[in-house]
């Protein structure tokens, strides 16, 4: 592969670690970033590398690009690489709503994809594990509602926000990225607040998952909470399905599902945290257990780590499946 990384920041960097742990041949790459960053050094597979400027990139031979530099840097660029016939992954949210442009988790729609998708849009981070999740008991059972409330680690806003949570612990005066100070407190308030008072993240959560398991009859709501983690966004999901279902059958079918590990024991104390998904990819799905409130409904509490499946594994596994597909 061909390939170009725009934005070496958390998920840029975690893309180079996975590119090179599947030991993915790369015959070029580059990597990209913005004015003020342009001629620093990286290193990846022992060679060393020089960030250059978007517009020099432009002029490559290239294969695949993967943008992690935010949607107003994808918005300017991505087309003028697509033009080229350079297959674009973006892990912003500049494309994910577009109903030209494919929104992909390769485990559960790849398929949908052709050579004319020049453009890739990944989901957000926590849609992503979500889904992994749920996908195949909706195949199963039929979702009807779903009520979503995440835990959110500051590693989801980026560098300057681990900083901040790092500065706070150590008591630390610097510029803070969100409102409140994030050691010891939860803040709810992932994103933007919008008119409705829903914030970007729970709005995603929402339309993304009708887009990706194409069902706008899917009901929704969300409630995103940042919290004091350094890696790893955790959930609590209630479903509510369209048919009932055997507890032991959920338990099988999650057990079977291709990125899931299931740790649900609770006599040993055996439940997801972010502190086991750290640096892996599966998705870790425990709690598992019947709402007895109203009928055909589950409880999961589902955890990943965001910039590995959650952002920089997903937009590599798109790239496998992009090179397969060329070739």
């Known amino acids: ?45 022992k060679k060393e590398y020089f960030l250059i400027p978007i517009e020099e990139a432009l002029n490559k031979k290239l294969d695949i690009i993967l943008f992690s530099a935010g949607s107003t840097v994808s918005k300017k660029f991505a087309k003028k690489f697509a033009k080229k016939n350079i297959f674009v992954i973006d892990n912003s949210n500049a494309w994910r709503m577009d109903k030209d442009i494919k929104l992909i988790i390769p485990e559960i729609n790849a398929n949908i994809l052709s050579k004319k998708d020049k453009i890739i849009s990944n989901p957000n981070c926590s849609t992503i594990q979500m889904l ?54 939860c803040i709810p308030h992932c994103g933007d607040f919008q008119e409705d008072n829903y914030t970007t993240e729970e709005i995603k959560l929402i339309r993304e998952t009708q887009k990706i398991l194409d069902d706008k009859e899917i009901k929704i ?53 972010p502190i086991l998904s750290k640096n892996k990819d599966d998705v870790f799905v425990g709690r598992i257990r019947r709402d007895f409130s109203q009928k055909n409904t589950l409880n999961l509490w589902i955890v990943s780590d965001n910039l590995r499946k959650g952002a920089a594994t997903n937009a590599v596994q798109i790239a496998e499946h992009i090179f397969k597909m060329k070739n």
């Not at 070496?8 to 599947?22: D, S």
């Not at 199963?140 to 989801?156: A, E, M």
């Open 1 to 45: 592969m061909k390939i170009a990384i725009v934005g070496i920041g958390l998920v840029g960097k975690k893309i180079l670690e996975i590119l090179e742990e599947r030991k993915i041949s790369i015959e070029k790459l580059y990597l990209v970033a913005s004015e003020r960053s342009v001629g620093k050094k990286f290193f990846f597979k």
């Open 132 to 185: 992994i999740a749920i996908s195949d008991l909706h195949k199963h059972f039929k979702i009807k509602r779903l009520v979503i409330s995440t835990y959110q680690s500051v590693t989801g806003t980026g560098q300057k926000a681990v900083e901040q949570l790092k500065y706070e612990r150590e008591n630390i005066f610097s510029k803070k990225v969100y409102p409140y100070f994030i050691d010891k407190n």
């Open 221 to 273: 709501t969300a409630t995103a909470v940042r919290v004091p983690v350094e890696g790893g966004h955790s959930e609590s999901v209630n479903i509510e399905f369209h048919k009932n279902f055997d507890l032991k059958k959920i338990f099988e079918i999650l057990k079977d599902t291709k990125g899931v590990t299931v740790l649900d024991d609770i006599s040993k104390n055996i439940y997801p945290m």
